[in-house]
């Protein structure tokens, strides 16, 4: 297990989630991912969280592992011609790096292609549905098109889970 996590965000779902999936008290440091606020192809939302915890590992160099999470959005053009809401995790140690992916999950193509408008972010169009503000660091999208039965948090924690899964178990060990 590890004793000291930095996670690339002061996300309150990011946060919950590496807490849940870890038991840890991350280090959470606002650093820059690199990409765009609402990334909109599935390489664009892995470079962010690889920016994120490479970011994060370096502001915080005495710590074991940086965490960069990235939520983000992908248009699957080959089988279903659906947007897809799509979470992301990077670990990075300073040497090796993994990525875990948390819950692929379909919304409204309104909605997807709405966010193709530059500016346009998916916390914003969840909050206006919903008539809160601040939903991305609650249950998020997830949340909102299960009826709570899913939150952000939770995906994010399965992203998490796999993520770390190679520097905890000895199959992987080179």
Known sequence: ?????????????????????????????QVPSGVSEQPLFEEETIHGAIQ??????????DSEIGLGLEGGLAFDSQFTQQWYLISVCAAWNGKDLYIGKGLSFPIPNK?????????????????????TTGSNHQGGAYSFF?????????????????????????????
């Open 1 to 29: 297990m590890f004793s000291s996590i930095v996670l690339g965000s002061k996300n309150k779902a990011k946060l919950e989630s590496v807490r849940s999936a870890t038991g840890v008290e991350p280090i959470c440091v």
């Open 52 to 61: 994120r915890a490479k970011n994060a590992f370096a502001a915080v160099p």
């Open 111 to 131: 909605i997807g292609e709405a966010m193709r408008t530059p500016g346009r972010e998916l916390r914003n169009v969840i909050d206006e549905l919903s008539g």
């Open 146 to 174: 299960t009826n709570g039965r899913i939150t952000r948090s939770q995906i994010f924690e399965l992203a998490v889970t796999a993520a770390l899964t190679p520097f905890q178990s000895r199959y992987y060990r080179k």
